[in-house]
């Protein structure tokens, strides 16, 4: 036999049984939350035009993009971050509109790059994006809409990491750069390579002053005071005022009752080059990857012939599932109620019964039996997908004997 026949590809998985019924279940205590926060849904296509996610929007690199070819010999791409897909979606259809629009999404992200610690290449994600605010209050909600959305799946300890890219660019104005370096410091200061930025610095004409706070960055995260102290190293405008947003936001969630799930990164720099503003993560244990990303991209629409601010995040099914097993978090799910198991003599009265239960809004499995299959094979079927109880109809149709899978109860 083929070696593939039965094989995913690296970096896809099947999902089935209890772990496809908490997922769904997931899914739904989030859209839930959305939902009460005012936010509708909007689909998008699975698969655009190469445009949509050209490098000019700053989204993923091209390399990790799976690219394809149609019949008019157009480039395609299967979509490998959902924000620009409804950036499109919204220059298209509401470009008039000047209040802002509050959406919400579920669909699977593509991405060829490494499956590194068992990262997925077709990965789910649900989130949220509101178009046309640029206020404070804006980011704020959408901080708060994360966090009351992975308490609703039961998720306890988790922290809200808090950026701003604008404090940042604010310093790469004063050490003019070429754009080669600051993509190397970028990544030298996200990911906390304090000698790395030194050595790089080294090499750069710079105040004195200035040096010292790209040198400070990849250690200024924690509690507001360590913003705080970042303020005060500056006297750049731009970097002082994105302090300043941040600090207001902060009080905007203590408003929510929600300060405590956040602390402050200001060396977390995404590779997502369209955010302009504040930027966020979400993470927790159990999980080797933030579960939640998002920030404030108030240029991208601009791209697609609409100009307005936005703001969205992103939460990433498959590591909140894997951290809610790893922290034995259950997940209640919508189980069968009755599998309802009939000779073929009484198939007539099984349809009849099933359509009562299922009118009674019960879920209901109607199987017949064949005699390949002993009755507890059948019992012990049911019980292994979770079906509440069995019925079991004879060859005459008029007896009908119960059985709880739970507890072996038989009620005739």
């Known amino acids: 036999m083929n070696n593939q026949l039965l094989h995913t590809p690296d970096g896809v998985r099947d999902i089935y049984g209890d772990e496809c019924a908490r997922k769904l279940a997931v899914q739904e205590q989030i859209k839930n939350v959305f939902h009460l926060y005012g936010y509708q849904n909007i689909e998008t296509p699975a698969f655009e035009f190469f445009d949509i996610f050209k490098a000019e929007r700053g989204s993923v690199d091209s390399r990790e993009m799976y690219k394809f070819f149609d019949r008019e010999n157009n480039t395609l791409v299967l979509r490998p971050d959902i924000t620009p897909s409804i950036a499109r979606c919204v220059a298209k259809y509401f470009m008039d509109e000047q209040l802002p629009l509050r959406l919400c999404y579920l669909g699977s992200t593509f991405q060829n790059s490494t499956s590194y610690r068992g990262r997925l290449k077709e990965a789910t994600q649900t989130g949220v994006e509101m178009i046309g605010d640029d206020l404070i209050d804006a980011d704020a909600e959408m901080i708060a809409i994360a966090i009351d959305a992975l308490k609703a799946t039961g998720l306890k300890e988790f922290q809200v990491e808090l950026g701003q890219v604008d404090f940042y660019r ?243």
Request: charged share 30%.
């Open 170 to 412: 604010g310093l790469l104005e004063e050490a003019h750069m070429d754009e080669e370096t600051q993509d190397q410091l970028r990544e030298l200061i996200e990911n906390k390579n304090y000698f790395g930025v030194e050595e790089l610095l080294s090499e750069q004409t710079m105040s004195p002053e200035l040096k010292r706070l790209f040198l400070k960055l990849p250690e200024l995260f924690g509690d507001i005071d360590q913003i705080r102290l970042a303020k005060s190293m500056t006297s750049n405008l731009r970097a002082v005022r994105a302090i300043e947003r941040l600090e207001k936001i902060q009080e905007i969630l203590d408003s929510y009752g929600l300060g405590d799930y956040v602390s402050y990164d200001l060396g977390m720099l995404s590779k997502y080059s369209y955010y302009t503003g504040i930027i966020f993560k979400a993470y927790t244990y159990g999980t080797g990857d933030y579960i939640v990303a998002g920030g404030r991209y108030d240029k991208l629409l601009e791209q697609f012939g609409k100009n307005a601010p936005a703001v969205g995040f992103a939460i990433e099914v498959d590591r909140l599932m894997s951290a809610l097993s790893r922290q034995k978090i259950c997940t209640k799910t919508d189980d069968v109620d009755t599998m309802i198991l009939y000779e073929e003599s009484a198939r007539a009265e099984a349809i009849r019964m099933a359509g009562e239960l299922r009118a009674e809004k019960k879920s209901v499995q109607l199987l017949r039996k064949d005699s390949l299959h002993s009755f507890s094979e059948y019992l012990a079927c049911a019980s292994r997908q979770k079906i509440k109880s069995l019925i079991y109809l004879d060859g005459d149709g008029k007896r009908a004997v119960k059985y709880s899978t739970e507890d072996g109860e038989v009620q005739a």
